[in-house]
């Protein structure tokens, strides 16, 4: 009787090394992490249409600016990544490409301020705008938090001894992180203020 409590004992203790609790965890956190990315996505996709709305007043020549805006977000919003696909590098990227596209058509339109001067006064602009560069914070910083999770997790499925648990119990694939997908992110950019003579 004292060998089958003590061998339980074992057991039980063995277990608890191995990952049992610590691979669900850590993967539930990255999922949770995942889904912040998303809801602040979401956020700024809602934030586009009156956005496009405020600035169709700005003259009509801009309307390719507007067009494009509005396509990428169209685009953005028919790729989809669950937290299942979240080991699939080939989707996390194509779900990244097209909110970069997002991201290069909304620059493209907060230059439209410096060509239109009467843009900036208006308000509604002002607070949509405001709202976006807000949104567009809380993207990145839900990016890094998500980054994080996905380390912990991988590093987790990893490591001795929560490996052993994560390949028998889990059959645990890495996660996949975010990358920056905008052309030319990994160079810092270059500012010339011209010939000062």
């Known amino acids: 009787m004292k060998y089958r409590t003590l061998i339980a004992f074992v057991g039980a203790f063995a277990l608890a090394g191995c990952g049992l609790n610590s691979v669900p965890t850590a993967e539930e956190n990255a999922k949770a992490k995942w889904a912040d990315v998303e809801n602040y996505y979401q956020r ?12 169709k007043a700005a003259g009509a020549q801009e ?3 507007l067009v494009e805006v509005t396509q990428a977000r169209a685009s953005a919003s028919q ?10 590098p080939a989707k996390v990227a194509a779900y990244e490409k097209a909110q970069a596209g997002v991201t290069l058509s909304l620059q493209r339109l907060q230059r439209l301020q410096e060509a239109y001067p009467e843009l900036k006064s208006q308000d509604n602009y002002k607070t949509l705008m405001d709202q976006l560069e807000g949104t567009e914070n809380r993207i990145s910083t839900a990016r890094h938090d998500y980054n994080d999770a996905v380390q912990a997790y991988n590093t987790t499925i990893r ?27 990994d160079v810092a950019p270059t500012v010339n203020f011209g010939n000062t003579n």
């Open 79 to 88: 790729v989809k990544v669950s937290s299942a696909d979240l080991n699939d």
């Open 159 to 185: 490591t001795f001894p929560d490996a052993i648990g994560a390949k028998v119990f889990y059959g645990a694939k890495p996660l996949v992180p975010f990358k920056a997908t905008t052309p030319g992110a």
């Open 63 to 65: 309307k390719a600016i």
């Open 44 to 55: 700024r996709a809602d934030l586009i249409p009156n956005l496009v709305s405020t600035v």
